[in-house]
Every structure is written in C-alpha cells, then in structure tokens.
C-alpha cells in the first residue's frame, strides 16, 4: 500500500495544512480504513462511543502532559478555526469595559483585533507594520487597568515569532497556531491559548482551545450555546459531533512528539533546521532573509531572491529535488519554508544544497 507512495516522497515545506510525521500518516491511513481490524472506519463510528470515547480522553492528557497543563485550565477541540477563536475568546473572556491590549505583529494579529474590538475597549500596544512586519515590538509598556494582552506567538506569513513572552502579570490570550508544541510553555501566564490544529498539531478540522475555567462566566453578555466554552467544558469538547478524524490524527501526532522526547525535544530538533537553513540564507549571495536576527522564526523562515528573475530557475530545482510548499505567502512574495515539528532534517539539506547549487 505504501511502497509508491515512498518513492514519491516529497519534502514538505508547506505553512499549513502541513507536513505530518511519516508514522502517523500511516496509522491515520490504516484508521481511516479498518479500525484497530473492527471491519470499520474510525470515520463511520459514533462519537459516544467507547473507541473514540478513549481517544479523545488520550488527547487531552496528551495536551496536558506535553505542555505542563494544571486542572485549572480546560483542554477543548472545537472546530472554526484559529479565525472562529479571534471573536470567540473576545465573546467569553471581555466585558464592554475591559481595557485588553493586542500587539499588532502581522496579518493574523490583525484579524483578531478587528473581531475582538466589539467585544472590548481595545488598545493596539505596538505594531511592527512600520516595517513590514519584519521583526516583534518589544519595548512597548503594560498600561495600568489592562485586563488581558494578546499575543500571536509566531507569525506564519511574515517569519518573526516571540522568543520570549512580556514580563506582565496580566493574562495573555495567545495564538499559537503555528508554534504551539515547539516549546514548553508556562501556562500559568497565560489566561487563554488557541491554535488551529493543521501546522503544528494535525490536520485541518479541529482548533485546541486551553483556556483558565475560573476567567469564564463574567461578561453577563448573550453567547450563542455553541460559542460558549462553557457548553463545550460541560460536554467534554462533544456537546455536539467533535471533528472525529482529525481529534484521532492529533492524537497520533502527540503521541510521535512523546515518542521524540516531548516538547523540550523538539526546541533542539527545530533549531538544529532553522540554524541550517538561516545560515545558508545568510552566507548565499543570492537570498536574502528579511527579518531582524533575533526575530526569526524556527517554525517558518521567509527569504527572497537578491535577483528577483531567477524565481523561475530556483522554483524549477525545487520542484526536481521533490521540495514542495516553497513559494511565500502572496501578501508577502518570495518564499517560506516552513519547518514544523514533522519535518526532518533532511529537507532542510535539500533545501539548502538546491540553494547552494542555484
Ligand atoms: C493559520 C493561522 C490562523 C488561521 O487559522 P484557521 O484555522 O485557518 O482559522 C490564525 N493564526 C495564525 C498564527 C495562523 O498561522
């Protein structure tokens, strides 16, 4: 079943859906056919029942125990997105009142502050859109009163991700989409966390929420059941069908980051890449990399042509040595290789050896 698929192997930069390990795409392929040998699919079974009862409650220890999570903090799948996550965190978390401040560091930071501004007296702290968002506002200050600061960990499109969180007492609301489980995490700093699943977790369908219980219940405004985080604690993440598949799928790919040695491993695994492939970016005559040094992400590197007209070459060669996903985000142009957890090592030498031979 697998054999031609092995010869075809592609290096899969791709921001997202992204590359999962080769191990779990395995597993899913078995699951999605015939269930731990059940004579079923683990999609046509129901979400009450006992299998998927027990994966479901394997993938919130999972969550826990990756990222050093207490019982004060819930663990949720929801489905919607990262997107759906920008308006319901600002729904069940802000009061009219409450003075909540954004860092504005990117095309996803921006998307949240327009959808959560109804929901609060928002305050944009800093922005880095003077640069083109080439590198993290650091030197901003807390203002007094602040209820809660929202972050974007790492900014998929441009390439800058936060080394370090803000000394503040305040909660931080952060959206980790594309870092989350690339590095511990102190959660107590943190009041509530978000990612879609489908660039660093699994495949596209479910979006983790971690949010702290004793910060919910306060706004006193109407929240539809289902955007309500409380139905969805209540309910054990399956007041309604939870996106079965994918829940399964992020389970398997936990599980391979156990495997690995957990997140703390995957900080070595994922700098060991990016130190790779920013050297030759620096030391090649023909890229350039665009973001400020300290900035640049681990997860995804942005670069350019310094000859915008060897585009054509440079994609061709790629496309011969089996390396997908390359082209940047088109708000950016140029290219971005993403390096997610699931990606090896050995992609980022291709990478870099079609780079060298350009
Ligand atoms: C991809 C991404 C989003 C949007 O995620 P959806 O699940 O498609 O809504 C939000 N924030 C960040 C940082 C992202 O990388």
Known sequence: ???NLDKM????????????????????????????????????????GKDFVGILENTESLVRELLNINDDYAVLFLTGGASTQFYMAAMNLFKDSDKVGYVDTGVWSTKAIKEAKNYCKLQVL??????????VPKKYSIPAGL?????????TIYGTQLKSMPKTKVPIIADMSSDIFSRPIKINDYGLIYAGAQKNVGPAGVTL??????????????????????????KGSSFNTPPVFPIYVTMLNLQWIKSKGGVKAMVDRNKEKANLLYEEIDQNPFFVCPVAKRDRSHMNATFQLTNPK????????????????????????????????????????????????L
């Open 1 to 3: 079943m697998y054999s």
């Open 9 to 48: 192997k592609k290096h899969n930069f791709s921001a997202g859906p992204a590359i999962l390990p080769e191990s779990v795409k395995k597993q899913a392929a078995k699951a999605a056919y015939n269930y731990k040998n059940k004579g079923l699919s683990l999609m046509e079974m129901s979400h009450r």
């Open 126 to 135: 800093a922005s880095s859109a003077d640069k083109q968002y080439s590198y």
């Open 147 to 155: 209820k809660y600061l929202h972050l974007t960990t790492n900014n």
């Open 209 to 234: 929420v971690i949010v702290k219980k004793q910060l919910l219940g306060k706004t006193k405004r109407f929240i539809p059941t289902m955007l309500d985080y409380q139905t969805h604690i209540a």
């Open 310 to 357: 060897l585009e054509k070459k440079f994609l061709a060669a790629c496309k011969k040595a089996g390396i997908e996903g390359i082209k940047g985000h088109r708000i950016v142009g140029g290219f971005r290789a993403s390096m997610y957890n699931g990606l090896e090592l050995s992609s980022v030498k291709a990478l870099t050896k079609v780079m060298r031979s």
